[in-house]
C-alpha cells in the first residue's frame, strides 16, 4: 500500500488534490481511499489530507503517520511536515531540493507548479496541477485517469477544467525533465 | 445506471436515499452531515428526486416535519449529527411510539463542550433508549447498502420502527473511496413502495398522537419493545435478501465475528474504526497470535444471543467504546457486559477516540496487549 | 387487586402506534355527572344571539332546527361560562340534585 500525504494553506485545495487523486488511482485500475486531516481548517492555516493507494480493498482508517511521498503545495510549509516520508517529497518551488533545509531519508524534488500555474491558468491554482508532478516522478498514476478523475469532480466549473489540464500536462512535461 | 465510483461517503448515502425515492426531505445542515443535505437538494433542484425539501429553522422541526411527513404516510428522511440529534431529542420518542418507519442518517460527531466538530459515538450512543433501530457502518459502501436495507427493515409490518443508519463523521462522511452505486431497477425491486395502514385522510379521519392513560401506556410501550425483538430476525432476513440481490452482506446484518476460531481474545468495535481494527488483527495473526474481532453493526436491538454464541469460546473482550456514560464508564461496555452475563468471557472496556483522538494501529495493539495481561480496561488515550 | 382487575376490563385496542382509528370517540365519555350546579336557560328571555353556544368549552349547547338553544346535559360539566357570557341573563344555575 502507498500512502500520500498533501500539505498546502486552507484555501490552497489540498482536500481536493486527494480527492483527484483517489478517483484517478481507481480508474487505472487500483483501489484507493482520500480523507482530510482531522484538523480544525481555517484559510491559510497548514492543511493536510491524505490518499492512500493499493492493489487490494482498504479497510484501515487511521491518519497517515508515515508516507511514502509527500507533496508540499506550500514552499513556506516545508518545516511542518514532521511525517517520515519514505520515497519522495515533491515541493511547489522555484528553488533547488538543497536549498529548503529538509531533513529527511527520502528524495526532494523541486518543481515549479506556480509559475506555470500563473501562466496556463492565470491564478496560482496548484493543487491539481501538483498531481502531474506527483504522475511524472512516481509512475503511479496515469495522466488520462487524472484528467477523467477532474471532469467527474470538477465538471461544473466549466473552463477551469481545460485550463488544469493543460496546466498538469506542462507541470508533468516539465517534472519528466528533472 | 450501476457502477463503482470514487464518491465520499456522504454523497453515497444521498444517493442511495435518492434510490429509495422518499417524498419529502426536511433538513437542516450540520457538520459532518451537512454534504448529504446538499447533494439531496441538487437532485431535487435538477428533477433527479420527486421530492419536497422543506428548509427548516432547526433540527427539532426538521425531525417533527419528519413526523408530519410520516403522519401523511410518505416515505421521508432526514439527516444530523452531534448537537442537532442531541436537539432532535424530544421529537425521536414520538416518531418511534407513533410507530413512523423514519430512516435517518446520523453522520457522528462528538457532543459539546467543550465544541468539537470531530468524530466519536456520544451524539447517538446517547439516543439509544428512544426506540429508535441503530445501525452503524464500516465502510462508504456499508452505508450506501444500509440505508437502502434500513427502509426495508423499517416498513416491515412487523417492525415499524424507525432507523438510524450512524457512520463516523469525516473518518467514512468526507472520505474518497469505491462504491458500487446500485440501479433503479433493482433498489424498486428490493424496496417495494411504502403502503401505511394509517395515516392523515379527511375522508377516513384518525387521531394521531392522542393521549394514553397509565392502563395503557406500558402496553404501547410493551408492544415497542416486541417489534424491536422481531426486528432481530427482520434484520438477519433483510440482510439475507440483500445479499442475494445485490451480492454484499455485512454479517448477519446485526453482527459480524472476524477471525474467532481459535481466538481466545477479541476486540469488539463499532463503526469504522473496525477497518483498522481488521489490520491489526492480520498483522498479528501472521505473528501467531490469534486475536478475534467482533463488529457489532446494531447496537438496538443489541443482538444478545449472537453475541453469546460468537463469545463463547473467548477468555477476554476488549471492547473500544467511542462514547464514555461520564460516571460509570462506557455504555457500550456495560451494555456488553449485560449481556454476556454468566458467560466465561471477561469484558473489559475501553474509552477510545473521544472527539476526533485517532485511534490509530498502534492503540489497538495496546489495548490486545493489556487484555492478553489480564489487566483492566481504561481510558485509551 | 381490585383496582387491577378493573384495569383489565376496560379492554384498550393496542393499535400501532397509537392510532384512534375512531375519532370523535370523547363522545363516549358522559361527562354530565361530574356536575355540581346545573344551568337552566330560560328561553323566554333568550335572544338567540348564540354566544354561549359558542363559548362552551364541551360543545355541550346545541342549536335546535327552530333556532333554540338547549343544554345536553349528558356532557354539561357545569361550569357555567354560559351563565357569565349571555348578555341578557337568559341563563342562571341551580344546585344539582343527585
Known amino acids: 500500500m502507498k500512502q500520500v500525504l498533501f ?33 480544525v481548517e481555517r484559510m491559510g492555516a497548514p492543511v493536510r489530507s491524505y490518499c492512500r493507494i493499493d492493489e487490494k480493498e482498504i479497510t484501515l482508517r487511521e491518519q497517515v503517520y508515515e508516507a ?111 | 445506471m450501476s457502477e463503482k465510483k470514487v464518491i465520499s461517503g456522504a454523497e453515497g448515502v444521498a444517493i442511495a436515499v435518492k434510490l429509495c425515492k422518499p417524498k419529502v426531505l426536511p433538513m437542516y445542515p450540520i457538520t459532518p452531515s451537512t454534504l448529504v443535505p446538499e447533494k439531496l437538494s441538487e437532485f431535487v433542484f435538477n428533477g433527479e428526486i420527486d421530492s419536497k425539501m422543506i428548509h427548516v429553522e432547526s433540527e427539532h422541526s426538521a425531525i417533527s416535519a419528519l413526523y408530519g411527513a410520516y403522519a401523511t404516510g410518505v416515505r421521508s428522511f432526514t439527516a444530523t449529527a452531534s448537537q ?203 505473528q501467531g497470535k490469534k486475536i478475534g474481532l467482533i463488529k457489532l453493526k446494531s447496537i438496538r436491538p443489541l443482538p444478545v444471543e449472537d453475541l453469546k454464541i460468537l463469545c463463547k469460546d473467548l477468555k477476554i473482550l476488549g471492547v473500544i467504546d467511542k462514547h464514555a456514560s461520564i460516571g460509570f464508564g462506557g455504555a457500550l461496555t456495560n451494555d456488553i457486559r449485560s449481556a454476556l452475563m454468566g458467560e466465561k468471557v471477561k469484558v473489559e472496556g475501553f474509552v477510545a477516540g473521544l472527539g476526533g483522538r485517532d485511534i490509530n494501529k498502534e492503540k489497538i495493539k495496546e489495548l490486545i496487549n493489556t487484555i492478553m495481561k489480564n489487566k483492566e480496561g481504561y481510558w485509551l488515550k | 387487586m381490585k383496582v387491577k382487575e378493573k384495569e383489565k376490563k376496560e379492554n384498550i385496542p393496542l393499535t400501532c402506534g397509537a392510532v384512534i382509528t375512531q375519532p370523535g370517540s370523547t363522545k363516549k365519555y358522559k361527562t354530565g355527572e361530574w356536575r355540581t350546579f346545573i344551568p337552566i336557560i330560560d328561553q323566554e328571555k333568550c335572544i338567540k344571539c348564540g354566544k354561549c353556544w359558542m363559548n362552551c368549552p364541551d360543545g355541550a349547547i346545541f342549536k335546535t332546527p327552530e333556532g333554540k338553544f338547549m343544554i345536553n346535559y349528558a356532557y354539561c360539566k357545569g361550569c357555567l361560562i354560559c351563565e357569565k357570557v349571555c348578555p341578557v341573563k337568559a341563563i342562571s344555575h341551580k344546585v344539582e340534585e343527585k
Open chain 2, 84 to 286: 442537532g440529534l442531541a436537539l432532535m431529542h424530544e421529537i425521536l420518542p414520538i416518531v418511534s411510539g407513533s410507530r413512523f418507519p423514519a430512516v435517518m442518517f446520523v453522520a457522528n460527531r462528538a457532543l459539546s463542550g467543550p465544541l468539537s466538530i470531530w468524530n466519536d459515538h456520544s451524539d447517538s450512543m446517547s439516543e439509544r433508549d428512544q426506540g429508535w433501530i441503530q445501525l452503524h457502518c464500516e465502510s462508504n459502501q456499508e452505508a450506501f447498502d444500509t440505508i437502502i436495507m434500513a427502509y426495508r427493515i423499517a416498513e416491515s409490518k412487523k417492525v415499524l420502527l424507525p432507523v438510524m443508519v450512524c457512520a463516523d463523521g469525516f473518518y467514512l462522511t468526507h472520505a474518497y473511496e469505491p462504491i458500487q452505486i446500485e440501479d433503479q431497477e433493482k433498489v424498486d425491486a428490493f424496496l417495494p413502495d411504502y403502503t401505511p395502514e394509517h395515516y392523515l385522510d379527511t375522508t377516513n379521519p384518525k387521531t394521531f398522537g392522542a393521549f394514553a392513560q397509565p392502563n395503557s401506556y406500558m402496553e404501547f410501550k410493551e408492544e415497542e419493545e416486541k417489534a424491536m425483538r422481531e426486528a432481530i430476525r427482520e434484520i438477519i432476513k433483510v440482510s439475507k435478501e440483500f445479499d442475494k440481490s445485490f451480492g454484499r452482506k455485512y454479517g448477519n446484518g446485526l453482527v459480524e465475528g472476524i477471525n474467532l476460531e481459535e481466538a481466545e481474545y477479541a476486540v469488539l468495535g463499532v463503526g469504522s474504526v473496525c477497518g483498522t481494527i481488521r489490520e491489526v488483527i492480520k498483522e498479528l495473526n501472521e
Open chain 1, 68 to 178: 511514502n511521498y509527500a507533496i508540499i503545495l506550500d514552499p513556506t510549509l516545508v518545516k511542518q511536515l514532521t511525517e517520515k516520508v519514505t520515497e519522495l517529497i515533491i515541493v511547489n518551488s522555484n528553488k533547488k531540493p538543497e536549498e529548503l533545509g529538509i531533513v529527511t531519508d527520502a528524495k526532494v524534488k523541486c518543481v515549479d507548479i506556480t509559475s506555470i500555474a500563473l501562466k496556463v491558468i492565470g491564478k496560482p491554482f496548484v493543487n491539481i496541477a501538483a498531481i502531474g508532478a506527483f504522475s511524472a516522478l512516481t509512475g503511479e498514476v496515469s495522466i488520462n485517469a487524472i484528467d477523467e478523475a477532474i471532469k467527474q469532480q470538477m465538471g461544473h466549473k466549466g473552463t477551469l477544467v481545460e485550463k488544469n489540464i493543460l496546466a498538469i500536462k506542462e507541470v508533468y512535461e516539465n517534472a519528466k525533465r528533472e
Open chain 1, 7 to 39: 500539505l498546502g494553506r486552507g484555501g490552497q485545495g489540498a482536500v481536493t488534490s486527494a480527492q483527484i487523486l483517489a478517483i484517478a488511482t481507481f480508474k487505472d485500475g487500483k483501489y484507493s481511499q482520500a480523507f482530510p486531516n482531522f484538523g
